[in-house]
């Protein structure tokens, strides 16, 4: 699906009409894309282009004055699934690159 499938209300948002959540001038939603699943996406305030980024299982965190992107925060999934978590409930760390894009840390 398309970002404007998945969240219809971001579609054509005004540039700057939504507050930065990450990386300065980005915003981050969480849409929900059923039982532990979320659909990350990303609007790029200053022009109000969106990209959909990768999918979470358990959330994801993140900072306004940092570009790395955790999702499923171990704190997350424990909570979610207590002390045995099932083998695909993993911490996924990703950057911010300055051309928009994700770059996943390994």
Same mark, same amino acid.
């Given at each position: 699906k398309t970002l404007e499938e998945l969240s219809p209300e971001?579609?054509?948002?005004?540039?700057?009409? !939504?507050?930065?959540?990450?990386?300065?001038?980005? &915003?981050?939603?969480?849409?929900?894309?059923? !039982?532990?699943?979320?659909?990350?996406?990303?609007?790029?305030?200053?022009?109000?282009?969106?990209?959909?980024?990768?999918?979470?299982?358990?959330?994801? !965190?993140? *900072?306004v004055n940092s570009r790395l992107l955790v999702l499923n925060?171990?704190?997350?999934?424990?909570?979610?699934?207590?002390?045995?978590?099932?083998?695909?409930?993993?911490?996924? &760390?990703?950057v911010l690159q300055p051309d928009g894009t994700l770059e996943?840390? *390994?």
């Amino acid at each position: 699906k398309t970002l404007e499938e998945l969240s219809p209300e971001l579609a054509g948002a005004e540039p700057g009409a !939504t507050q930065a959540n990450f990386a300065q001038c980005w &915003h981050v939603t969480e849409i929900s894309c059923g !039982t532990s699943c979320a659909q990350i996406a990303l609007t790029y305030l200053p022009t109000g282009e969106q990209f959909s980024g990768p999918v979470a299982t358990v959330g994801a !965190t993140f *900072r306004v004055n940092s570009r790395l992107l955790v999702l499923n925060p171990a704190e997350n999934i424990v909570e979610a699934f207590g002390d045995s978590p099932p083998q695909w409930a993993v911490t996924e &760390h990703f950057v911010l690159q300055p051309d928009g894009t994700l770059e996943q840390v *390994r």
